[in-house]
Every structure is written in structure tokens, then in C-alpha cells.
């Protein structure tokens, strides 16, 4: 069965400090793509970065970079310099080809930025 | 400027009532999506549309019902039989493929 784990429910981080959000995922398709996604407080779904599975570089998007390990079949957010903005849910999510570009979500990780 | 349009943002139901969530892009977008998100939890999907007069169901499709006639609206039907239909419902589209779904801002539906 295709399944997304984030193990860390909350999280906390000194502003301007760099944090990683664990992903680890589980599939038997040999084609896939992980995306990584923030909700605020007011509840949008804001999309952060993807990487797919055959993708060699790590994927980043100004301070966000994906630390893709295919052989463990994890996929960790990276968010270097964190700000008060980014308190935040952040979820990771499979995307698995030729099934209508369903996405399957994690339960998530609350992020917390201290000042 | 292009998007997602969900109406809207607060819901309330009645017992026995069916209600309607309305959601409407502009991002000429072919693919549509549903997830229901209940408190800290993950988002599930309801149903998905891939192309005008066609839908599939996800994976908890039971107590709701989809329509789309026009490909830039797939309106949500939380049926009477959705016994605990209280939770965060947001909807998405995508140009297919592994593009990026586009989420609108979500509606919040509640029991009376």
C-alpha cells in the first residue's frame, strides 16, 4: 500500500536557524513525485517544491530543498533561515503516475518559529 | 490574476439536509480535486475529475457526490447520508501530469 509517514507531529525552531521535517514514504512504483506543501493558519495550501524519483539533484526552491534519499525512501523538507512566516502545517505528499495525479498526504508536522 | 474560488467559506448543515460546496477555477486546468481535512490530520481525497462529464471517486466517497458539466466548476454535494460530514473541505486543479495542484481557500462546514 502506498503511504506517506511524517513522524514529528510539532516541531520547533529559533528564527533564522535551519530545520528539516522528516517524510518517509512507502510505494512499489518505480515512478513517482514527492511534493512538500505549507498551510497556515487560515487554512490555503500553499505548494513548496517537488521532487520526482528520477530526479539525481535534490530539488530547491529559494530556502526550501528537498534532501531526497531514494534508497531509504525519504523525502526531508530543509528550510534554511526560518521566519516567524513560516509557522506553519507543512505536508508532504506522493504523487503516483497514471492514477489521475491523485496525491497522498502525510498527517503532517506543525512548525513552530520562536523570536 | 488566476485561480481557485471555493464558496463558501463557512457552511452549516441541518440534519437530514444536503448542501452544496461550490468550486470554480480560471486556471484552465483539466484536472479537479476534493479532500475533506479533519482536524490534525492529513488531507483525504473524495473525488477527481480528470475531464469535463467524467469523475472518479477517492477514497472516501461515501455520503457525497460530484458533478462536472463545465470545466472550470466540479461542485461538492455532502449528502444526508455523510453522517459526520464536520471538517475543513478544500478543492484543487492541475494541468495533470506531476504539475503542482493549486488549492482554493477552503470551506468549513459545520452540524446544526
Known amino acids: 500500500a502506498q503511504k506517506i509517514t511524517q513522524t514529528q507531529p510539532g516541531m520547533f525552531v529559533q528564527e533564522k536557524e535551519a530545520v528539516t521535517l522528516d517524510c518517509t514514504y512507502d510505494t512499489s512504483d518505480q515512478s513517482y513525485g514527492l511534493f512538500w506543501y505549507k498551510q497556515p493558519s487560515s487554512g490555503e495550501m500553499i505548494f513548496l517544491i517537488y521532487?520526482?524519483?528520477?530526479?539525481?539533484q535534490n530539488a530547491t526552491e529559494g530556502r526550501y530543498s528537498l534532501n531526497f534519499q531514494k534508497a531509504r525512501k525519504s523525502a526531508n523538507l530543509v528550510i534554511s533561515a526560518s521566519q516567524l512566516g513560516d509557522s506553519a502545517m507543512y505536508f508532504c505528499?506522493?504523487?503516483?503516475?497514471?492514477?489521475?495525479?491523485?496525491?497522498?498526504f502525510g498527517q503532517g508536522t506543525e512548525l513552530s518559529v520562536k523570536p | 490574476d488566476g485561480g481557485i474560488t471555493q464558496s463558501p467559506k463557512y457552511l452549516f448543515r441541518k440534519e437530514g439536509q444536503n448542501v452544496t460546496l461550490s468550486c470554480e477555477q480560471n486556471?484552465?486546468?483539466?484536472?479537479m480535486y476534493w479532500y475533506r481535512q479533519d482536524p490534525g490530520q492529513g488531507l483525504r481525497l473524495i473525488y477527481y475529475s480528470q475531464i469535463v462529464n467524467d469523475f472518479q471517486k477517492g477514497d472516501i466517497a461515501e455520503g457525497y457526490s460530484v458533478s462536472r458539466e463545465k470545466k472550470e466548476s466540479f461542485p461538492l454535494t455532502v449528502t444526508s447520508a455523510q453522517k459526520n460530514p464536520t471538517a475543513f473541505y478544500l478543492c484543487?486543479?492541475?494541468?495533470?501530469?506531476?504539475?503542482?495542484?493549486?488549492f482554493g481557500d477552503g470551506t468549513r462546514l459545520s452540524i446544526l
Open positions: 484543487a486543479s492541475t494541468r495533470g501530469g506531476n504539475q503542482p495542484q493549486h
Open positions: 521532487q520526482g524519483s528520477y530526479d539525481e
Open positions: 486556471l484552465n486546468h483539466d484536472a
Open positions: 505528499a506522493m504523487y503516483r503516475y497514471n492514477q489521475g495525479g491523485k496525491l497522498i
